[in-house]
């Protein structure tokens, strides 16, 4: 009992069946949702998890990792220090953020650097052997700052990447969805509203009727419009 009881917080055990990473092998692994449907939780986790070298994540560790926004400004406010973010996600291990250097730092010596899509130079020499980009589809400069970050994931035996995003037709997730070698998972709010306020759920409800089908036009590119 004291063993299930220590292993219940991880996220095997916490996260929904599709946060939870493919068991195939993959290089690329997009997560479409709405609005509170969980998919920043999903990026968080699996950076921490990655860090530490956790099940199911990967079972060794990521030692340089690729943190990519909008801005700066959301790197840290949301994938960092939101709710969901990676501070609030490390229950075995808490990070230290470096200000000066824009970055997380594990006791294991495992670092998250923050970048921003207003800059894709900034990726320019830098190497990875992971990646977590959150919200492509509001990227500024989305194919440059997407290409940058292809060329830097080149440490370890294979490197990998994880994005989060609210859908949109953009070109680049268009090339993404026809890629058969990138697992998708669409994830609704629905699926999450134990974990939202009573107070948001009844009034997106109010608004939109069935939250299974209120943001149907944003999981699925393709109802979007072009």
Known sequence: M??????HPEWLFQGRTTQ?????????????????????????????????????????????????????????????????GIM???????????MTRRRLLWNSGATASMFSSE?????????????????????????????????GLRLGRNPKQVITTTPKPLPLLKRMLADPSIPVRRMKMCENAEFLAPGFVKHISGLYGDMGNAFRGAENPKATGR
């Open 119 to 151: 800059d894709p130079e900034s990726l320019r020499g830098p190497q990875f052997d992971a990646g977590w980009g959150d919200e492509l589809a509001k990227w500024k400069n989305v194919q440059a700052t997407w290409d940058m970050l292809q060329f």
């Open 88 to 98: 609030s996600v490390s229950r075995a291990e808490r990070p230290r953020f470096e």
């Open 20 to 84: 939870q990473p493919p068991r195939t092998d993959w290089h690329t692994w997009l997560i479409l949702g709405g609005r509170g449907s969980g998919k920043t939780r999903m990026g968080a986790e699996w950076v921490n998890g990655m860090a530490l070298g956790f099940a199911p994540f990967d079972t060794s560790k990521s030692m340089h990792i690729a943190l990519v926004g909008e801005t700066l400004a959301d790197v840290r406010e949301v994938m960092i220090d939101g709710p969901s």
């Open 2 to 7: 004291r063993e299930i009881l220590a292993a």
